[in-house]
């Protein structure tokens, strides 16, 4: 019986084999080139990407306002170029001026008497002293310990009180001209016999029995923007309610001769 040897075998990659897939692939390292190739592609796609969002960013910030400036800045900065003593304007014009600085805010003025009644019961009573507490000293003066229930006497000793809390202050004459001013007259109305304190007395004590002064209703249009005007009024009435008289025509003048030697 004849045996048959098997000549074949498995075959392995050798070096000549590489040597000669290189020398067919003219020696390129295919991982090598591959890499290269997916590096390539990626960084296209990202500069694609990038000036797509750079030239999205410019267009918003390039407004119609931002374009002006820039070439207002350009015109500038060319003028400069040749012309040096526009430098000083190209600065000026690159250069923000710069923001004010806020007004410190003004404190609340501090009051010396906090309230209105305050300032005539520490104050008031106290500096303007006077007698009228005695029976029959009405007809000379009067006064109401209720003053705070007559509308008048509270406008008056609201604005001295006003008035004395903003004088006080004052470096010169300024309490001088709140006396003169503003305190003689406005208390010497108060202290008025027939002023607001009329039938009140410290002795017989606080009689409302003022009456509201009477008026009529003025005539439409009068006051239209705040301020009266005549509004077909009769002659010699005035908005303010005066009567004019007529014009005098003036005395004649005669003139006597007198003869001072007559016969």
């Known amino acids: 019986m004849t045996t048959t040897e098997n000549t074949t075998t498995d075959t392995e990659p050798t070096d000549t084999d590489a040597e000669q897939a290189a020398a067919v692939l003219g020696g390129v390292d295919l991982t090598e080139a591959l890499s290269g190739a997916v590096r390539k592609a990626v960084n296209a796609q990202v500069t ?55 007004e410190p805010e003004e404190k609340p003025r501090q009051l010396h008497h906090a309230r209105l009644d305050l300032f005539v019961e520490k104050y008031i009573a106290h500096t303007y002293r006077r007698e009228v507490s005695r029976k029959g000293t009405e007809g000379k003066i009067r006064w109401c310990p209720q003053w705070w229930d007559h509308a008048e006497a509270v406008g008056r000793l609201d604005a001295l009180w006003m008035a004395w809390e903003e004088m006080r202050l ?6 001088a001209a709140w006396w003169t001013q503003f305190a003689d007259p406005l208390m010497a109305a108060l202290f008025d016999p027939e ?14 029995s003022m009456k509201v002064l009477p008026t009529v209703p003025a005539p439409q249009g009068w006051f239209q923007d705040g301020h009266a005007h005549d509004v077909d009024v009769e002659p010699g009435v005035t908005a303010s309610g005066l009567i004019l ?7 004649a003048r005669v003139v006597v001769a007198i003869d001072e030697f007559g016969e």
Do not use: Q, W
């Open 245 to 251: 008289p007529a014009p005098s025509t003036g005395r």
């Open 170 to 175: 004052g470096e010169g004459s300024e309490m």
């Open 195 to 208: 002023g607001v304190f009329k039938y009140c007395s410290v002795a017989d004590g606080h009689r409302p």
């Open 48 to 102: 694609a990407a990038a000036k797509e969002i750079a030239t999205g960013a410019i267009n918003d910030f390039l407004t119609k306002d931002v374009i002006a400036t820039m070439r207002e800045t350009a015109l500038l900065e060319a003028e400069a170029a040749v012309n040096p003593d526009a430098a000083a304007a190209v600065a000026a014009v690159a250069e923000p001026e710069p923001e004010p600085e806020p």
